[in-house]
């Protein structure tokens, strides 16, 4: 393999030897760079189809079980939480201690996410993600053994680190392994397996709801998947493009040598090889307190942290948390109907997470999240007329239909679009050197809008009402909608480098000679 990676050297040198790459306009470049649309269309046989490469789809697998933590950690507290009030009677009589154990977790993916970021670029992405599986472990072995409701939520806090970390980690770990035609499909993936792990959670609750210490196994049994992803980490390669910020290009051949035919690996190699080369002098005075002062940096990271703060502020978890009194509205009031409702919840998020597998590289992310914000829109208006008209007395069975109605258009509409378009372009938008960096700072944003909703929603239902809430919720949706028109572009099927390209056109404009006058 040293040979090899010898010989694309070779290759591309003497290549760039006969090409002055600085005369050359980025719309030119962008047509001959490995991935792009103008490389596959000239070159059609070279296209990668994830079906079809089990290597591919193995990688993805098993970064995609960070997913199934995250979501599993973040279904599971309801269903435990009501066997944890009959073992700790402090609990039972404390709603700040209720409160506590479900929101610590969240604090802590907060910390997990904005340290995540660092590790990534400081140690890798693949020990980024076994370090994450040692903290879930942990945090899940201390839960399932908590004598008192203090060493719970110490659990908790180390499970919402884990979280945390894996939420960042991830989608990067999928973006820098994934060829540009199929990285969105590929990063869905994870979010497909967020959603999975919340149904798995409710089968989880319902399982051990009558086996002795039935909360114990409830969380302790989120330390299953961590303890599996850390051994088949272990066999797994490291991110190419993380070997090759790191100079470590042999290492990074081998892994790019089983994605790749030989054609097209020859290709991106020496595209790689010479980034390396011309930008060792950047990384090498890579300073994280100087990452906002590009331009392209922060147009970058105000759609990416936007698209995450959106996600939250659009009402995903107020209206999850809200569907057992949406069912109760029609009239249905059993706690087994309510079990029931988060499997068929759970089940529809799950099933939109699949649709927008596919439409994420056919219709593109910008065009698939403007669609998703005009459902929730319009669901969400569906909820809040539901919930005026219901106050009010008039008609209650019939409205009580129409908010189960519009519950299920929301999800619907929500799951294919702003569920994984968030993850996807944060894991895609921003430059090599900072992606690591940049992608924790954004799930860290998601945290966090994650905590203040969680931490509002609820007085402001109570202050303005549950109907006013909802347009509110709407209210926002719109502005999102305005967001994703004005400030997030299409990035469908275009290479890292061309993604850096079009935000340096955003920037600075098309003429790239503007960027150092401007600067000067």
Request: glycine residues 10%.
């Amino acid at each position: 393999m040293v040979g090899l990676g010898n010989k694309f050297d070779e290759i591309f040198r003497s290549h760039c030897e006969s090409v002055d790459l600085v005369s050359v306009s980025p719309l030119t470049m962008t047509n001959s760079i490995p991935g792009s649309s103008g490389y596959l269309d000239m070159y059609p046989e070279r296209k990668v189809s994830a079906f079809r490469n089990p290597y591919v789809m193995g990688l993805t697998a098993v970064a995609s079980i960070g997913g199934l933590l995250f979501g599993y950690d973040t279904g599971v507290i309801s269903g435990a939480l009501l066997y944890i009030k009959d073992d700790f009677p402090a609990v039972k009589h404390s709603h700040f201690l209720q409160e506590t154990i479900v929101s610590m977790a969240g604090a802590g993916a907060i910390v997990g996410a904005a340290v995540g970021g660092w590790i990534n670029d400081a140690f890798g992405r693949k020990k980024a993600t076994i370090i994450a599986d040692v903290i879930f472990t942990l945090g899940a072995i201390v839960m399932a053994a908590a004598p008192d409701p203090y060493v719970l939520i110490l659990g908790r806090v180390l499970v919402g680190l884990g979280v945390g970390i894996a939420s960042v980690t991830a989608p990067v770990y999928i973006a820098e392994l994934s060829p540009s035609e199929i990285r969105g499909a590929l990063v869905s993936t994870n979010v497909l397996m967020i959603t999975g792990g919340q149904f798995l959670s409710y089968l989880t609750n319902l399982a051990f709801t009558q086996v002795p210490g039935t909360w114990r196994w409830m969380l302790g049994a989120s330390g299953v998947p961590a303890v599996v992803q850390f051994f088949l980490m272990l066999l797994l390669p490291e991110s190419p493009r993380w070997l090759f910020m790191k100079n470590r290009n042999e290492e990074a051949v081998a892994v790019l040598a089983n994605i790749y035919d030989i054609a097209r690996l020859e290709d991106e190699v020496a595209l790689l090889t010479t980034q390396s080369e011309n930008d060792c002098h950047k990384r090498k005075d890579i300073r994280y307190r100087d990452v906002f002062k590009s331009k392209e940096i922060r147009l970058a990271f105000l759609a990416g942290g936007g698209l995450q703060a959106f996600q939250q502020f659009t009402g995903i978890n107020t209206v999850m948390y809200y569907s057992p009194t949406i069912v109760q509205m029609a009239g249905f009031h059993s706690n087994e109907l309510a079990i029931l409702l988060s499997l068929i919840v759970a089940g529809l998020n799950a099933t939109g997470t699949v649709l927008g597998i596919y439409l994420i590289d056919h219709a593109g992310r910008r065009k698939l999240a403007l669609f998703s914000l005009g459902g929730v829109i319009a669901s969400l208006i569906i909820l809040a007329l539901s919930f005026f008209n219901q106050s009010s007395g008039s008609g209650s069975g019939l409205y009580g239909w129409l908010a189960v109605l519009g519950l299920a258009l929301y999800i619907a509409f929500f799951s294919p679009g702003m569920g994984p378009v968030p993850w996807t372009v944060n894991s895609e938008v921003y430059p090599e050197e900072y992606r690591g960096i940049c992608g924790g700072m954004s799930a860290t944003v998601n945290w966090v809008s994650n905590l203040i909703v969680a931490q509002s929603f609820l007085s402001v239902a109570d202050a303005v009402g549950t109907g006013p809430t909802f347009l509110i919720i709407a209210f926002i949706a719109v502005l999102a909608f305005v967001f994703v028109l004005v400030y997030v572009p299409e990035t469908k099927g275009l290479t890292f480098d061309e993604v850096e390209l079009l935000w340096k056109e955003r920037a600075w404009g098309i003429n790239p000679d503007a960027q150092s006058l401007l600067e000067n």
